[in-house]
């Protein structure tokens, strides 16, 4: 449905789609509505993202102006465990002899399994060449993840991944992938450069009380590495709970 004010140049429309599809995620019972309030276009989004045991409800808030996009995106899930949080952004355009976007992220939480991470501000630049991560940061007490670095065809360039003490449980309920219930806290880093086409990559973690569907290993030392003939990675490391208790780990992900 829509409406058109002529005397006043006001736009309001609504749509409503029953499922929609964006990649591999689906959006259940979609409302969109754009509007033209002031001097701003505005589109508001929300639906339901379906998991196996529970959902997530989703919304989204774009205000366009001029040259710029304020976005504002919320998700809350259906559990008994709070899994909630918001991203707040706003997207610069320019255009030289290709278009760029800076994104400029501003501090926001996010709750995961009742833990609440903040994310710091941060810097993101995008066009044809490259894709630069300015200083991503989000701590929870003394758990961080750090993302820093550039994406781009010159084989030079790289993106780090640092982890300190991260809870591998946040992250396999948050993929929701109950079948694989890996636990431990991982610290280490993970290396990406000339990513269009060598591929380079290298992973070095350590993950204290590594359990694997609830079975306790001890602590493993991973190493991983991107592989071109397969086309995957290398994953190589043993987990020990003692000196005479210890597993050697090799393998393939593709």
């Known amino acids: 449905s829509g409406h058109y004010d002529y005397e006043n140049n006001y736009l ?118 490259r894709i630069s991560i300015d200083n991503l940061w989000a701590r929870h007490e003394q758990q961080y993840i750090h993302i820093d670095g550039d994406v781009s065809h010159n084989p030079q360039d790289k993106i780090k991944v640092e982890l300190e003490s991260v809870d591998l449980k946040y992250l396999f309920e948050a993929l929701n992938i109950p079948a694989l219930e890996f636990g431990g806290f991982a610290t280490g880093i993970i290396e990406a450069k000339d990513i269009y086409k060598t591929r380079e990559l290298n992973t070095q973690l350590n993950v204290t009380d590594f359990s694997f569907n609830q079975t306790l290993f001890g602590d493993l030392d991973l190493q991983g590495s991107w592989d071109e003939a397969i086309q995957g990675i290398n994953m190589t490391g043993n987990a020990s709970k003692s000196a005479d208790s210890y597993i050697d780990i090799k393998g393939i992900i593709y």
């Open 12 to 129: 309001l429309t609504n749509i409503f789609v029953p499922e929609l599809s964006v990649g591999k995620t689906i959006i259940d019972s979609c409302l969109v509505e754009v509007s033209n309030r002031g001097d701003a276009l505005r589109m508001n989004l929300s639906g339901i993202n379906p998991k196996k045991n529970y959902d997530f409800a989703i919304h989204a808030d774009l205000k366009a102006r001029g040259d710029s996009v304020q976005s504002l995106l919320n998700w809350k899930s259906s559990k008994h465990e709070k899994y909630e949080g918001t991203i707040d952004f706003t997207t610069y355009f320019t255009h030289d002899e290709s278009w760029t976007g800076s994104i400029y992220l501003n501090q926001t939480d996010m709750i995961f399994n009742d833990s609440v991470w903040t994310r710091y501000p941060a810097d993101i630049e995008i066009n044809s060449k």
